[in-house]
Nanobody, 124 residues
Framework: QVQLVESGGDFVQPGGSLRLSCAAS????????MYWIRQAPGKALEWVSA????????YYGDSVKGRFTISRDNARKTLILEMNHLTSEDTAIYYC?????????????????RGQGTQVTVSS
């Protein structure tokens, strides 16, 4: 079965950095575009970033553009989100998600599975 397990969330001060990881299993990881999405308290899900199967095509939400970097390691079946210059507005649960169709990527995305999430809290 599809499993997506996020890690790396933490409490960090404004201006700090974090690196989130998502370990994937149960499906051919290299054949699916992947996403990071987040949900802040009391707010709707927000698309953070997307990456195509090979990693050459990426998308970012306006609120994170220039600060976050998405990448993937297909050999290790891992999705990464490097987050820099964090602000309190980045406080949220971060989820990784897989696109619902092989070889295709969309922005905003579309997913059929997502992980349980990892908490990122930015506060002084």
């Amino acid at each position: 079965q599809v499993q997506l397990v996020e890690s790396g969330g933490d409490f960090v001060q404004p201006g700090g950095s974090l690196r989130l990881s998502c370990a994937a299993s149960g499906f051919p990881f290299s054949k699916y575009a992947m996403y990071w999405i987040r949900q802040a308290p009391g707010k709707a899900l927000e698309w953070v970033s997307a990456i195509n199967t090979g990693g050459a095509v990426t998308y970012y939400g306006d609120s994170v553009k220039g600060r976050f970097t998405i990448s993937r390691d297909n050999a290790r079946k891992t999705l990464i989100l490097e987050m820099n210059h964090l602000t309190s507005e980045d406080t949220a649960i971060y989820y990784c998600a897989k696109h619902d169709t092989m070889y295709h990527v969309m922005w905003p995305g579309r997913y059929d599975y997502r992980g349980q999430g990892t908490q990122v809290t930015v506060s002084s």
